[in-house]
Structure formats: C-alpha cells, structure tokens
C-alpha cells in the first residue's frame, strides 16, 4: 500500500494536522513504510473470528443515574482554559 | 537509596529529611533529566509519577508541548489510593511525548539519560521514572505500560517494572493513549517492591467503565519464592534477539530449573503480527484519544485566523512529529475504504493472539520472553520510525491480551548494560506473577 500525496491530503483533513512543505515527502515515505508492513496482516487467515474484540465481557455496566458533578472542577478547568469567560470556553467567531 | 519495603518503617522526621535528601540530589544531577520539576503531595514516602498521571494543581502534560499550561484539576485514582497509604507523589517524571515511543526522546522536555550510561537511552516511554530509580533518586515510581513502556525502560535502566492485568488498575485520571492497551503500573527496585506498590494501586474503581470488579486481595503479603510453577519457554521466539539477550534467557531457564520448576517449550505466532496488530490498534485508539486537543480547554492554543484554522495551528505546532505520525496513521485504518482490511483486521488478530495465550495459559503458569531485542540503543539508533516499532515485539502481545508481567534484571551484556526478561501469566494471576519472579530474583541473587 503506497501513501500519495491525494491521500496524505485527505489524512491531513480528518487529523486536523498540516505537515510543512519540507516533510511531505519524508512523511509520505515513513508512512507507506508501515502500511506496507502491517499489511503482513492479510497472510493470516481470520475466517470465522468475531470481528469485535472486548478486553472484558463485563465492562461497560449499567449503574444508577445518580448525579455526581463536582463543580470546583469545573470552575479549575475554567480559570486554567486558553482563554473564557462568564463559565463559558471562549472559542473564533464561528457566525459572522 | 533505601527499598519502598523499608520506607514503610520511617517516621514523620525520617521521611521530611529523605525527601530534602532526595530534592538535593536530583539538583545535583540535572543532565540525567529524569524530572521535569519535584513537587511533593502530602508527609508520605516519596513516588516519582509520570507525566501521565493527573495529580491535582500539578501541570501535567504528557511530555508534550500542546499541554503545556494545563493544571490538573483532579487526581488519578492511583494517586488518591497512594496518598491514602501514606505515600507522596514526589517529582513529574519525563516520558516520550503521550508515551509514544521506546527511548523517551520524543519529550517536549528533552531527552533523559541512563543512568548506567549516558550515551545510551533509558528506554520508554516511562524513561524518567527507570532512570529516577535506577540512579538513587526515587525510592519507587509509578510509569504506564501500553506497549512495553513501563516493562522495557525497567529492562534498560536494570530495575523492576510489572503491568498488570488489564483492569487492574483505574485509568481514571491517566491521560490516554490507547484505551484498550494502557495499565499504570510499579516501577521499583525490587519484586518485593514492586508487589507492594501494586497492591496499594489495584483494585475496582467505578471511575473507569473498563476496571475489574473482583476482589483477589493483596499479593505482598502473600509472597513465596518457594512455589513451583510449570514456566514456558519459547525458543523460536528468542532466536533474533542480540547474544547478550539469548544468554541472559539460557541463563534464567537454568536458575528456573535449579530453583525446582518444570519448564516447558512452546511456541507463539511470529512476532511481526503483533507489531501489526498493536500498531493498528493504538493509532486507531490514540487517533481518537487525541482528537480532544484542540485548544479550546485546556493546554496550549494557537489563535488562528478562524475556528477551524486555530484547530489547524493549535495542533500543528503543538504535537512532535511521532505523535502527528501515529494520528495519521490511526485516520488511515479507521477511514472508510480502508477500515475493514486494516481496523477490523487488526481486532481479528487480537483475537487470535489472545486465544493462543490462553491455550498455554491451559498447561503453564508463567511464560518467560525476553523484553527487549537487545540492550539500551544508544541515542538516534531508532531514529526511523519502524525501526522503533520493531523493537517493541516481545513486550506488545502482552498488552494486545491484556495480561499481567513482570520485567526483572537477569543478567549483564558483555557491554556492562543490564538484560531485563519478563515473566508473563494469565490474566488476574498477579500472585503468581509475583511469586515467580521473587523466585527467579532471589535465585540470581542467591
């Protein structure tokens, strides 16, 4: 599997990432490296196996829907964010 | 520096001058950059923590620069437990950046050294808790293992480092790389110490959807070198490792077998698939993890011309050039088209891996492999990305299964760098674990 340029574009869109000009090529190249060894995968025969791997059969329970908020958390979370306000994350305009 | 065993005996007094002890001699030796900074929680005995590991007020970051800034507004569960024990966290340790990474390089911090050579790596990604230990500077510390990273820095700096079962211990309040793969775990100066901490550490938290609810107690107080196991071997597995690393295994199965275990040859699928497998796995895992950082919460922003543009800047100049692979790598087997033949793939062998440890999880109690291929590289040898993924191949299956282990120092390569194996067992068998490596440690030492 050979990464190109169209593709490492379109990773670059559902990464939210832009790699300068002057790596493109070194990244282009790394990364058709490892695709073209996990590929090694496709020797394995799979037939018949779950597609759904959990660690635990038992995780992901179901629990009262009891409240648990503790507020100063918040109010931390808040005062140590880039940049708000009001309670409120402040973000760009998004809406002219 | 005194064992975590003996720490237990200290009084209020003993433990302030251990620490202003600890505090100057970490000052001495700033070029070791085993700590990011020494802060200290609480009149217990001193653990180094990671990076990773929230402790409240603390700036923890990750070792990466994109959270650099961000306050810790609550502690992990592993903290909380610690300081209910009387224990301190003491000192953020370096780790490659999000623990993506073997050698601890990939730090926004710089790179630590280690401390039984300079010019070699202390491994990763939980590097500065190995080397914090492995040079007197911290009775015991708590690293993070996804892939090998609390194991294989144990190994290279010539501690202990254990990985406990999946579920084991709370993830709450680790920061996350792969969900499915990350466990905190006792990095220490002995399996005595090792099962201390860990006992203080496990245990069911309803904070974390993914933590075991079972009660097994505690294994520290139950350790017996004396227990013999059905230990297996596995020969084919062993035979790219370096000579020093073969040695060191040929050594241990005799100190096994004079210590009175029966030992057994068996073999596992090439190792390769695991690296496939693994790194499928955790970039899909961490792709989505990491999607969180975005500058508008927490840590670092890049104002950009627009929303999405300060998105774009905010994590293009905030994360290093491995984790900004690994994101796009974990896009790539997760985006439609690509998804089934790689993602799903990936689950299927996990599957397969899983089942085959069981099946000699049937006959045996404990497999030894080794953790690494060779020794501590030296600094830049893994420079190329599937080089550095390559070295990873005895210690990810482990995490793909979700089972405990155990890296111990075995023996000394003919370069004076010390050989760490590992001892693995089925999943919750962490008394086992325990005891077998107590018996192969006390044995060497013997």
Redesign the interface.
């Known amino acids: 599997m050979q990464?190109d340029e169209t593709?490492?574009q379109?990773?670059?869109k559902?990464?939210?990432?832009?790699?300068p000009d002057e790596?493109r090529e070194e990244?282009i190249a790394?990364?058709s490296?490892?695709?073209a060894?996990?590929?090694?995968?496709?020797?394995?025969s799979?037939e018949g196996?779950?597609?759904?791997?959990a660690?635990?059969d038992?995780?992901?329970?179901l629990?009262e829907d009891a409240g648990s908020v503790?507020r100063?958390?918040n109010d931390?979370?808040l005062s140590?964010?880039?940049?708000s306000q009001d309670h409120f994350?402040i973000?760009?305009?998004?809406i002219e | 520096m005194i064992t975590l065993k003996e720490a237990l005996k200290l009084s209020k007094e003993e433990l302030i001058s251990l620490k202003e002890e600890l505090k100057a001699k970490i000052a001495d030796n700033p070029e070791l950059n085993a700590y990011i900074d020494v802060l200290n929680v609480g009149e217990g005995i001193p653990i180094a923590i990671k990076d990773n590991i929230q402790v409240t007020g603390w700036s923890v970051t990750s070792g990466s620069n994109i959270l650099k800034?961000?306050?810790a507004?609550?502690n992990a569960t592993v903290i909380e437990k610690l300081l209910a024990a009387n224990m301190s966290p003491f000192g953020r340790t370096n780790m490659d950046e999000f623990a993506m990474g073997s050698t601890t390089e990939s730090s926004c911090y710089g790179k630590t050294l280690n401390p039984l050579n300079p010019n070699c790596v202390p491994g990763g990604s939980s590097g500065g808790s190995a080397a914090a230990v492995a040079a007197g500077l911290a009775v015991a510390a708590l690293g993070s293992d996804t892939g090998g990273s609390i194991r294989q820095p144990a190994a290279f700096c010539g501690i202990v480092g254990m990985k406990p079962t999946?579920?084991r211990v709370s993830r709450y309040g680790l920061g996350a790389y792969a969900s499915?793969l990350d466990q905190i775990g006792p990095m220490t100066q002995n399996v005595e110490d090792a099962a201390i901490l860990y006992d203080i550490i496990q245990g069911y938290d309803?904070k974390d959807?993914?933590?075991?609810?079972r009660n097994d107690g505690t294994v520290s107080d139950k350790l017996d070198p004396n227990v013999k196991y059905k230990i297996a071997i596995v020969p084919d597995y062993v035979k790219d490792a370096s000579e020093d690393v073969r040695n060191a295994y040929e050594k241990a199965i005799d100190v096994l077998k004079s210590a009175g275990h029966t030992i057994v040859e068996k073999t596992l699928?090439d190792p390769?698939?695991d690296?496939?497998?693994y790194?499928?796995t955790a970039t899909a895992e961490a792709?989505t993890n990491l999607?969180r950082y975005?500058?508008?919460?927490?840590?670092?922003?890049v104002?950009?011309?627009?929303?999405k543009?300060?998105?774009?800047q905010t994590?293009?100049k905030g994360?290093g050039?491995e984790v900004?692979?690994r994101?796009?790598?974990g896009?790539?087997v997760l985006?439609s088209g690509y998804y089934d033949?790689?993602y799903?793939?990936?689950?299927?062998?996990?599957?397969?891996i899983?089942q085959e440890y069981n099946k000699i999880f049937d006959e045996v109690d404990l497999i030894l492999t080794p953790v690494a291929p060779r020794t501590a590289y030296e600094f830049g040898a893994l420079s190329?990305?599937?080089e550095m993924?390559l070295s990873d191949i005895y210690t990810i299956s482990v995490n793909l299964a979700?089972l405990p282990a155990i890296s111990l120092p075995v023996d000394t390569a003919t370069n004076g760098m010390p050989v760490g194996l590992q001892l693995i067992a089925a999943p919750y068998a962490e008394q086992t674990l325990f005891n077998g490596a107590l018996s192969l440690e006390t044995k060497l030492k013997g």
Do not use: C, W
Request: proline share 4%; hydrophobic share 40%.
């Open positions: 990464i593709l490492l379109r990773l670059e559902l990464s939210f990432l832009q790699i790596h990244m790394q990364l490296e490892i695709v060894f996990v590929d090694n995968l496709s020797e394995l799979t196996v779950d597609a759904t791997f660690m635990s038992t995780a992901t329970r629990r503790d100063t958390i931390d979370i140590h964010a880039p940049h994350f973000v760009p305009k998004i | 800034g961000y306050i507004p609550y999946y579920g499915s309803p959807s993914t933590s075991a609810d699928m390769k698939y690296i496939s497998a790194y499928i792709t999607a975005d500058g508008i919460r927490y840590g670092n922003r104002e950009g011309e627009n929303l543009d300060t998105f774009l994590r293009s994360f050039a900004q692979r994101i796009m790598l896009n790539f985006s033949a790689y799903v793939k990936a689950q299927k062998v996990r599957s397969l899983q190329d990305p599937l993924y979700g």
